[in-house]
């Protein structure tokens, strides 16, 4: 506990909660995949930021989070490496047919913040697959993109990893088009901006439509009550 205590003191780590899990000081002993580590590597991260030395195992060990970091803390990795290992865990235990998916989702404010992150999860999947470890397929939900061509992705052969903003999300649970069945992972990024924004009520929708099992998630630069309220909510 004192060593713990040592680590979180050194990176000005603060905790809330109850048997909160260990800081983990290096992306290897927190036992990523070869392809994670590479990948990682081209990127040219080294070692794990402060919101990823906690964040990340106590994604990991399955626990929901809250997690607040400035920006360029390496938010966006620690949310989206455990919804990569969750969709592989979830293709080995079972693979996906046409019409499943996502088995992850993340949520974003923006149709930038969004083509981000899918670029981000791209990068591994692509690795992950060059390495013949796991054939991950992602999709991106956003307005400009053509629906019908996401809605085909999904039928057409299942989808484990989906970026969405939560208008178009909305949409193409309305229509069918999608559903939150097998969904194991939801993160919201920036989910203050969301509620700001107005998107509080498609939220709560979304939500409701959520396996009451999923590990939730949210990441953001800075406190704010009501967000708190609505993720303690679910």
């Not at 794990?48 to 990991?60: A, R, S």
């Amino acid at each position: 506990e004192e060593e713990r205590d040592d680590v979180r003191n050194k990176w000005h780590i603060i905790v809330e909660g109850v048997d909160i899990p260990p800081p983990i000081k290096t992306f290897r002993e927190m036992k990523f995949p070869k392809p994670i580590i590479d990948e990682l590597t081209r990127k040219g991260i080294a070692r794990p930021t402060p919101i990823q030395i906690q964040g990340l195992p106590v994604i990991l060990s399955g626990r929901d989070i809250i997690g607040i970091a400035f920006t360029g803390s390496g938010k966006s990795l620690t949310f989206v490496l455990p919804m990569i290992m969750a969709a592989m865990m979830e293709e080995h235990r079972m693979p996906l047919e046409g019409g499943e998916g996502p088995v992850g989702l993340i949520l974003c404010p923006s149709r930038e913040l969004a083509r981000q992150t899918h670029e981000v999860i791209e990068g591994f999947t692509v690795e992950l697959a060059k390495q013949g470890m796991a054939q991950m397929r992602i999709m991106l939900c956003i307005g400009g993109v053509d629906s019908r061509e996401q809605s085909d992705i999904v039928r057409n052969a299942g989808v484990h990893m989906v970026t969405a903003t939560p208008g178009r999300l909305k949409d193409l649970l309305h229509k069918k088009r999608m559903n939150l069945d097998i969904c194991k992972y939801l993160c919201m990024d920036e989910a203050d901006r969301m509620v700001d924004l107005g998107f509080e009520d498609d939220i709560r929708d979304m939500l409701d439509e959520l396996d009451a099992k999923a590990l939730l998630g949210d990441f953001r630069g800075a406190p704010a009550r009501d967000v708190e309220a609505l993720v303690k909510a679910v």
